[in-house]
């Protein structure tokens, strides 16, 4: 219980430091990416407002509807995002601080937060895009 807490704390954590790494003006790399669908950001801006609360179930359905609209750039790291929950969700605790999956939720949460404007979304995922 406690390793999946902490699997999950990192994944707030990390859409934390994107989310304000996203509102910075700059000219980097994903302001030259094309705009994410509204179906990965309102699935983006749902994960956003919920994982704080939500139970390892539940965040693998978020994930999952993350990883189903990613766009090419991230889907490879949103699906490994998604099969680490699996895995932790089976027993399994070598996902936990383990660097490459960090490393594929930061890439799936700066996506989100740069290409959907997350902290300029509305509750159900619109507004910000």
Known sequence: ??????????AVSLLAVAGLTGCKETDDAASNLPRP???????????DNKIQSAKLPAQ???????????????????????????????????????PK??????NVNRRASGGCKLFQQNQDGTGGM
């Open 1 to 10: 219980m406690r390793r999946t807490l902490v699997l999950a704390t990192a």
């Open 101 to 106: 999956i960090e490393r594929a939720v930061d």
């Open 60 to 98: 693998i359905e978020m994930v999952a509807k993350i990883a189903e609209h990613a766009p090419k750039d991230v889907s490879h790291d949103a699906q490994t995002f998604l099969d680490a929950l699996k895995r932790r969700q089976a027993g399994d605790t070598s996902v936990v601080d383990n």
């Open 37 to 47: 669908s509204v179906a990965f950001c309102q699935a983006a801006g749902h994960y």
